[in-house]
C-alpha cells in the first residue's frame, strides 16, 4: 500500500531560523497537499501541488513537487512563533480517490 | 473558505455504549467524506471512506460493524462508534471534499472520545 513518510520527525529552531521538512511517498501521487496542524487544533490546508517540478509560494513557505511526483518539502524562512504545529503532507496516489498522510514534522520555535 | 463542522466536539461514554459523531459541510456540498482517526502526537490514519447514497469503503484493519459510517445527504455523513471500549478512546476527524473541487480536503474541529 501507499506510504508517505516525513523528515525530521521533530525540529526545534530559534526564532529567525529557516525550517525544512520533506515528504516521501512510496508511489507516485497526481497531486500532494501539505496541512498544518496547531496543538489541540485540526489540519488545516495550506496549498495543493499539482505539476512536475512545481514550485508554490505563500509569504514565508516556499512548497515544492518533485520531478518525479514522489517527493515533496516545506520551507520556512525565519521562522516566528505563530508557525509552531505539525505539518502534514498528504499524497493522492494516482488514480486513487483518498489521501495519505504523511508522519508529520513536529515544528518547535523558540522565542 | 469552505468549513466543516464536527458535534460533539468532546464526548465521555461508558464501555458498552455507543457514539454518534456527525460531520457536516456547511457552505458546500461533498459528495465525499472522510473518517480519520490520530492517537496524541501521531499522524491521521483513514478509517473510511463515505459517499454519499452508497456504502463506506473501511481501509483495511477497521471494523465496519463497530464504525458504522452513514453518509445521507450530500453534506451531512455520520460515525458511530458501537459498543465503546476504552481502547476507542481518540481523536476523531472528519473531512468533506468539495464536488468540483482538486480533491482538497476541508477538516472538521474533530470529536475527543473518552471511553471510561
Known amino acids: 500500500g501507499q506510504q508517505v513518510m516525513q523528515i525530521p520527525q521533530y525540529q526545534h529552531v530559534q526564532e529567525g531560523e529557516d525550517f525544512t521538512t520533506y515528504c516521501n511517498s512510496s508511489t507516485t501521487l497526481s497531486n500532494i497537499q501539505w496541512y498544518k496542524q496547531r496543538p489541540g487544533g485540526h489540519p488545516v490546508f495550506l496549498i495543493q501541488l499539482v505539476k512536475s517540478g512545481e514550485v508554490k509560494k505563500q509569504k514565508r513557505l516556499t512548497f515544492q513537487f518533485g520531478e518525479a511526483k514522489k517527493n515533496s518539502s516545506l520551507h520556512i524562512t525565519a521562522t516566528q512563533t505563530t508557525d509552531v504545529g505539525t505539518y502534514f503532507c498528504a499524497g493522492m496516489e494516482t488514480g486513487a480517490n483518498n489521501l495519505f498522510f504523511g508522519t508529520g514534522t513536529r515544528l518547535t520555535v523558540i522565542p | 473558505g469552505a468549513v466543516v463542522s464536527q458535534h460533539p466536539s468532546w464526548v465521555i461514554c461508558k464501555s458498552g455504549t455507543s457514539v454518534k459523531i456527525e460531520c457536516r459541510s456547511l457552505?458546500?456540498?461533498?459528495?465525499?467524506m472522510f473518517w480519520y482517526r490520530q492517537f496524541p502526537k501521531q499522524s491521521l490514519m483513514l478509517m473510511a471512506t463515505s459517499n454519499e447514497g452508497s456504502k463506506a469503503t473501511y481501509e483495511q484493519g477497521v471494523e465496519k460493524d463497530k464504525f458504522l459510517i452513514n453518509h445521507a445527504s450530500l453534506t451531512l455523513s455520520t460515525l458511530t462508534v458501537t459498543s465503546a471500549h476504552p481502547e476507542d478512546s481518540s481523536f476523531y476527524i472528519c473531512?468533506?471534499?468539495?464536488?468540483?473541487?482538486?480533491?482538497?480536503?476541508?477538516f472538521g474541529p474533530g470529536t475527543r472520545l473518552t471511553v471510561t
Open positions: 473531512s468533506a471534499r468539495e464536488i468540483s473541487g482538486f480533491f482538497v480536503q476541508y
Open positions: 457552505d458546500f456540498q461533498a459528495t465525499t
